[in-house]
């Protein structure tokens, strides 16, 4: 008997769960017109940034390809290298091309690289923001003028970002930040690791549109 009373409420939860179920696809389905439209909208308006972002990827890579061509000496030394990813197109640039040790103020041999990459951005892609990151390893500073390597890493960036200002980028385009030891890219347990942190990264960044709609924000 108890046997036969589980069975009949597990079917009558069964039922309930079925019912509940299709309360919910028959509402789903009434959608006024006026949702409908908003669905339509947004999904059209993903779309569209699905569309620019694989545009804007490719042409990422078309630059790379370019700059790659060109920087070729210095990519083979390891003082430049190349990589698209999420943020844009990232061109790393070793501390050793750039700077004397503990020193922020720009090299000569790092102009011909830094004249390729302003020359490149101001033909193929003038109207996207850069950002310049400076980078340095764990070690503290003690022979310098520099409280810590956060000021080091962010001078450096600083003067990066004038010397693309001076070269015809616009302005409003750059932007500067230094971020001393906090981001490593290799371990700085060894003296190579320590060389890949010690760095420059120039970021081409990918264009986001920000559009409001009905309290929906679309980036």
């Excluded at 011909?112 to 923001?129: C, G, H």
Aim: charged share 25%.
């Amino acid at each position: 008997m108890r046997t036969k009373t589980i069975f009949v409420l597990s079917v009558s939860g069964l039922m309930l769960s079925s019912l509940f179920l299709n309360g919910c696809a028959v509402n789903f389905y009434k959608q006024s017109p006026r949702s409908k439209q908003k669905i339509s909208v947004l999904e059209s308006k993903i779309d569209g940034l699905e569309l620019q972002r694989q545009q804007e990827r490719e042409e990422f890579e078309a630059m790379k390809r370019s700059l790659e061509d060109k920087l070729r000496s210095q990519i083979a030394d390891e003082s430049v290298s190349l990589t698209v990813d999420e943020r844009g197109l990232v061109i790393i640039l070793s501390d050793e091309i750039l700077f004397d040790s503990g020193k922020a103020e720009v090299r000569s041999e790092a102009f011909p690289v830094l004249d390729e990459v302003s020359s490149s951005v101001l033909s193929k892609v003038p109207s996207k923001n850069i950002g310049v990151s400076g980078h340095t390893d764990n070690v503290p500073i003690i022979h310098s003028g520099w409280k810590s390597n956060w000021e080091l890493s962010t001078a450096r960036s600083t003067n990066v970002l004038h010397y693309l200002e001076d070269r015809g980028i616009s302005s409003s385009k750059l932007s500067a930040t230094g971020y001393g030891e906090h981001r490593p890219v290799a371990s700085n347990a060894t003296s190579k690791g320590r060389s890949k942190n010690r760095r420059v990264e120039i970021v081409i960044l990918p264009e986001f549109i920000a559009t409001k709609t009905d309290g929906a924000i679309i980036k």
